[in-house]
């Protein structure tokens, strides 16, 4: 892992999610690339036939003078927790955020993402929302979406849902890497409900087959899906909570709106979006 790219608009939630990728980003010794963009309004020219450049000129120095304004704010949040050694690189694009994100990634050839939330206290914005939710869909490369209550803490226990599908396998592989780096263990969470379609012996295997990393396999029985996930999280100590894109409709469902009033009492940890192949 060579470059993390980190979407800032300068809000309390992207300051707070700062602090993990540059932590993360000296753990797993990559460089970090500051994104921030911004969309100019659209004018009708016809209104403003003189000075229709001019506005647009002024726009983008507005957001020029803001955007150097705040980067020394965010190295000397580096600087204070002795991570100013770290690179940092910047970017300020106009446009569509998820538009630009996609481009960056692919033109710096980008390894994660790692942006903040406000979702904290609403988590069924925190999956559904329009930005994280594109960001989800759209960028192919793991995403650390961090609330803006999760205040960092070292990485020992990485929380991994699985449905045992022969996919997942590959996703599980890239998290006990991201965990070796961060000398973590990985708990693999499987909730069994009582119309499950996994066997014995593909659990067995799995198990034969990870045999020699820092996984624990637990399988929990319940029809209480929601209510597992949130116990697995707090008395298995997670400090991490890794889910895989084609369950993110399943993940919308468990953070409803009246789940989310429970949970958020009790959890606020970062989650890690995997995609599949």
């Known amino acids: 892992m060579k470059k993390i790219l980190f979407p800032t ?33 659209v004018y009708d020219s016809q209104f403003f036939p003189e000075n229709y450049a001019s506005i647009y000129s002024s726009i983008e120095l507005a957001k020029f003078e803001m955007f ?19 690179v940092i690189k910047h970017r300020l694009m106009d446009g569509d955020l998820i538009y630009n ?17 406000t979702g904290v206290s609403d988590w069924t914005k925190f999956f559904t929302g329009s930005n994280t939710n594109s960001v989800i869909s759209e960028v192919k490369v793991p995403v650390l979406c961090v609330p803006i209550d999760a205040k960092f803490r070292k990485i020992k226990t990485i929380g991994f849902t699985t449905r045992y599908r022969e996919k997942d396998k590959a996703e599980l592989r890239k998290v ?68 895989i894109t084609h369950k993110r409709s399943f993940f919308e469902s468990i953070f409803d709106s009246s ?5 958020t009492k009790e959890v606020s940890i970062p989650v890690l979006i995997m995609h599949e192949n």
């Open 9 to 41: 608009d300068f809000s309390e939630a992207a300051t707070n999610a700062f602090v993990h990728a540059l932590e993360f980003a000296k753990v797993v010794k990559a460089e970090l690339i500051l994104l921030h963009t911004f969309e100019i309004p």
């Open 68 to 86: 150097k304004d705040e980067i020394p704010k965010l190295r000397a949040i580096a600087a204070e927790r002795n991570l100013d050694s770290i």
């Open 101 to 117: 994100l996609k481009n960056a990634v692919e033109e710096d050839e980008i390894d994660f993402v790692i942006m903040g939330t």
């Open 176 to 243: 006990l890497k991201i965990a070796k780096k961060t000398d973590a263990k990985v708990k693999s969470l499987y909730v069994r409900s009582s119309s499950t379609d996994v066997s014995d012996m593909t659990i067995k295997e799995w198990q034969t087959e990870f045999a020699n990393e820092n996984v624990e396999f637990l399988v929990l029985p319940s029809d209480e899906v929601k209510e597992t996930i949130l116990d697995f999280v707090l008395f298995k100590d997670i400090d991490i909570l890794t889910t």
């Open 259 to 263: 789940f989310s009033q429970k949970i």
